[in-house]
């Protein structure tokens, strides 16, 4: 039975600007796929997916500020209801 989840970043991760999605909504995501880039200021991020899913909605936009435990987007995923654990953006390079 498929459940949903929302993408969320860790509780007492700094501030992010949200710069682009890489993953449209409605496209297949894989557990550790990288689905948006995100930006201090100084350094970018990418936002792993922690679970495969169908990415079905985006709640943020280019320019958007990321805070502590705000949702990206929502995730449907087949299977048994887990819990999905927040996301710890990953710098590039």
Known sequence: MPFM?????????PSYTFVQ??????SLV?????????????????VLAPRQGLM????????????????LARVVCEGESVTVPA???MRLG
């Not at 989840?5 to 991760?13: G, M």
């Not at 999605?21 to 409605?26: M, N």
């Not at 079905?56 to 500020?65: C, L, N």
Request: net charge negative; with cysteine; aromatic share 8%.
């Open 21 to 26: 999605q890489l993953v449209p909504a409605g």
């Open 56 to 71: 079905v909605e985006w709640f943020v936009e280019h320019g958007a500020v990321i805070e502590d435990r705000d949702s």
């Open 87 to 89: 996301v710890v953006p």
């Open 30 to 46: 894989g557990t550790g796929q990288a689905v948006c880039t995100l930006t201090d200021g100084a350094m970018e991020f990418h």
């Open 5 to 13: 989840y929302e993408l969320k970043i860790a509780a007492e991760e």
